[in-house]
């Protein structure tokens, strides 16, 4: 009884793993079959022939290398300048001390249980009168700070020993030094872990995008897809093509990096 | 204050995009669900008028709106507590003392988390496919009926919370995971020694132990399971007989198709304050638990 314990383990575990991978390996192999190839019963596991031909007619008809440059510089516009105004924030909440700055602190953390969705449509009529509706502005302004960011930088940050920070101020830094060569190489990881998840979840973002952005030469990948396989509803082959170039670089980052996204996530939600 | 001046040199910008583009908004929606803000109001600002409570009541006499608030519930009631089953029985493999290659193991049960919705929901409708689904082969593989499960109304609703479930339970695996490795084996060790069986152990030293957690994951994920919005948009646009229409899809059609704005104003107003309590009757639960 007890030897059979460790093959039942690994044995569940191997098949759930495999039955969850598999979605995402018969994407991979249905966009490389020949179109209609997956149009059969019983469904094919493999391509009987692989072929580029769906990641190129995605190129040179649905015109997807646009969709891919938009989502890639809105992923890195949203990261890079959210990094900046959430760990400034985040290091100030922690270890600068203002009026009022604990009363506003458990203010932002109250607002964290408003869903977003709650905000859309005042922030569309708002973007739209700031004429940034149809634009990346759209997307990256409302995105430039987030409570979120701040709370898991906060968190971090104060860890920071405050003899260190008084050091420098002795020494006779101003803030701003302080800032740049003392607390940004000791946030770091925290830094890097809030841009995985950052990346992720612009790169992913759907409903936001689809409202502001009417203008096709602006859609995001995962509009682009919606649109494209409300069109293609037949054409298997050509939307996993699509499936995999919107899915893979999200996982390449996640495998990449993998260590820092895991380490945000518990950070984020399990209390100390 | 010495150094306030600083200080808010960091805080300010942040605080200013939160409010402007966030809190600002949020009243704003409270606002705008009592006027009947439409497309002639988009077009002319003269057009707005308040209607005090007028869109809530024509919502709560709208069938549409009651049967998306009941498709989301179903959603919830029913996907929550499988997906966080799920998540809790992989997190318990995962941390068994015999499990090997746990690394791997939990990269893979992972990786759906941080697929892109759209795209997955995109995979999905083809492993559903009627004819050609990958989901159905494994039926007939097993002597059971194929089942069309976009175009069926009693099964397109199973089938996005199949979806849902396979794409979020690695998130919540992770935070049981984390929360198992953090209980102290001499815990274990001494309850073993006093003779306690493997059950025993798990249900006075594990499972107590995770209550907050359990709570908290809880909470987020039924909040998070209230925001359904993009597998219906995809995969059945809200059909069949609009058996996936969510609050979210009724609120995003009544707001930028109809453009009436004010009455799906009044709708983001409504589920957030589902949402809310739900939360709320949750900690008080928990609180008293705690007490008791």
Redo the contacts between chains.
């Keep these: 009884m007890r030897r059979l314990?460790?093959p039942a383990?690994?044995g569940?575990?191997?098949i759930?793993?495999i039955l969850?991978?598999?979605?995402?390996v018969?994407?991979l192999a249905?966009s490389l079959m020949s179109p209609g190839e997956?149009?059969?019963?019983?469904?094919p596991l493999w391509p009987s022939r692989a072929t580029l031909a769906n990641y190129r007619e995605l190129f040179t008809q649905a015109g997807l290398g646009r969709y891919f440059l938009n989502s890639v510089l809105l992923t890195a516009g949203v990261t890079l300048s959210s990094l900046l105004?959430?760990v400034?924030?985040g290091?100030?909440?922690a270890k600068?001390?203002?009026?009022g700055?604990d009363r506003?602190f458990k203010l932002?953390l109250g607002?964290l249980?408003?869903?977003?969705?709650?905000?859309?449509?005042?922030?569309?009529?708002?973007l739209r009168n700031l004429g940034l509706v149809n634009t990346y502005g759209g997307i990256i302004?409302?995105a430039?700070?987030?409570?979120f960011g701040?709370f898991v930088v906060r968190q971090y940050a104060l860890t920071i020993p405050d003899d260190m920070l008084e050091a420098a101020r002795i020494d006779g830094a101003?803030?701003?030094r302080i800032?740049r060569s003392i607390v940004v190489p000791v946030l770091r990881p925290i830094a890097i872990t809030l841009a995985v998840f950052t990346s992720?979840a612009a790169?992913?973002d759907?409903?936001w995008p689809?409202?502001v952005l009417n203008d096709m030469d602006l859609y995001t990948?995962?509009?682009a897809?919606?649109s494209l396989?409300?069109e293609h509803v037949q054409d298997?082959e050509l939307?996993?093509a699509?499936?995999v170039l919107?899915?893979f670089p999200?996982?390449l980052?996640?495998?990449a990096l993998?260590r820092y996204?895991?380490r945000g996530?518990?950070l984020g939600?399990?209390?100390e | 204050m010495k150094g306030a001046g600083a200080a808010w040199c960091f805080v300010a910008p942040a605080l200013v995009i939160i409010g402007l583009f966030f809190i600002v908004p949020v009243v704003a929606a409270l606002a705008l669900s009592l006027t009947d803000f439409d497309i002639y109001a988009l077009a002319d600002r003269g057009n707005l008028r308040l209607v005090g409570l007028r869109n809530y009541v024509q919502l709560l006499q709208t069938p549409l709106f009651w049967k998306a608030l009941g498709n989301t519930l179903y959603f919830v009631v029913v996907g929550v507590p499988l997906s966080i089953g799920v998540s809790f029985g992989t997190a318990l493999l995962l941390h068994s003392r015999v499990t090997r290659f746990q690394a791997a193991f939990r990269t893979a049960l992972f990786a759906p988390v941080v697929t892109t919705l759209v795209a997955v929901a995109v995979i999905w409708r083809y492993l559903l496919h009627p004819h050609y689904g990958l989901l159905n082969y494994g039926l007939s593989r097993l002597g059971l009926p194929p089942v069309d499960w976009l175009g069926d109304p009693s099964w397109a609703m199973p089938a996005i919370i199949l979806l849902a479930v396979w794409k979020n339970f690695g998130y919540n695996m992770v935070i049981f995971l984390v929360g198992l490795q953090s209980i102290p084996e001499p815990l274990y060790e001494a309850a073993r020694i006093d003779g306690a069986s493997a059950w025993q152990q798990f249900l006075h030293i594990t499972l107590p132990t995770l209550v907050p957690i359990v709570t908290m994951v809880n909470i987020l994920t039924i909040a998070g399971y209230f925001q359904l919005f993009a597998e219906p948009y995809v995969m059945t646009q809200g059909g069949p007989l609009q058996s996936t229409v969510s609050v979210l899809y009724f609120m995003y059609e009544e707001g930028f198709k109809w453009w009436n704005l004010g009455s799906a104003s009044a709708v983001a107003f409504l589920l957030f304050v589902l949402i809310f309590g739900v939360t709320a009757v949750q900690l008080r639960v928990s609180r008293w638990q705690g007490v008791a």
């Design positions: 314990v460790a383990v690994n569940v575990l191997l759930i793993s969850t991978v598999l979605p995402l018969w994407m249905v997956a149009s059969r019963f019983p469904p105004f959430n400034a924030a290091y100030a909440f600068l001390r203002f009026a700055r506003i932002l607002a249980v408003i869903p977003s969705q709650v905000a859309m449509i005042p922030l569309f009529l708002l302004v409302p430039l700070a987030s409570i701040i101003s803030e701003f800032f992720l790169w992913n759907f409903m689809l409202i990948l995962p509009v897809l919606a396989s409300r298997n939307m996993m699509g499936a919107t899915t999200v996982l980052v996640f495998l993998q996204y895991i996530l518990t939600s399990v209390k």
